[in-house]
């Protein structure tokens, strides 16, 4: 499969527009918040936090939101992924090759705007992005599996702003302190 530029930006223009009109608490996480933050990177997948509410706001909100996307909705896979304690769904496009992993979260989204190809949304914060990683890190158990994500704390934490002292509060409560500070020395 070519990985076509127009169609990938297209495809995520797409998912702003049904987020956007759903009202949801979104925001995108991954290899998208990644470019953003630190270093571009190409990837056929959108990763993407949104904020679940009652049983009724998955209903009329959410599943709404992914059909309206584009997206090949299974409800029951939804509901299931979100009373396992995984809560990450992975859908694909109708018609494009291309996926979204949506990983539901109980508390408000921490986020901040941004723009991608010219599209107004939301990326996870820098710091919450760095906690993922890093919790990503300390469950990996092949350390070579890891390098990429130790390559994007090092450069969200080269090219953007960053509260540390956040980060190692989480770290803290994530046990991943010992791995941030090898990577932030």
Do not use: C
């Not at 009724?56 to 299931?80: F, H, M, P, R």
């Not at 941004?114 to 914060?125: A, C, D, Y």
Request: no cysteine; proline share 3%.
């Amino acid at each position: 499969m070519q990985w076509n530029l127009e169609a990938y930006y297209a495809f995520v223009k797409k998912l702003v527009d049904a987020f956007e009109s759903s009202r949801l608490d979104y925001a995108f996480t991954g290899a998208l918040a990644v470019s953003f933050y630190g270093v571009p990177r190409t990837t056929t997948d959108v990763d993407i936090l949104i904020m679940i509410g009652d049983q009724a706001q998955l209903k009329d909100k959410i599943t709404s939101a992914l059909s309206k996307a584009g997206l090949i909705v299974n409800e029951q896979k939804i509901l299931d992924a979100i009373v396992s304690g995984y809560k990450i769904v992975n859908l694909r496009d109708k018609t494009l090759p291309y996926s979204v992993d949506v990983i539901f979260s109980d508390v408000k989204v921490q986020k901040k705007p941004g723009k991608i190809n010219g599209v107004n949304t939301f990326f996870q914060s820098p710091e919450g992005l760095i906690a993922a990683k890093l919790r990503m890190i300390k469950a990996t158990m092949a350390p070579e599996r890891s390098i990429k994500d130790k390559e994007d704390i090092k450069a969200i934490l080269a090219f953007t702003k960053v509260n540390v002292a956040e980060v190692k509060k989480q770290a803290r409560q994530d046990n991943t302190l010992e791995i941030f500070k090898a990577l932030n020395h």
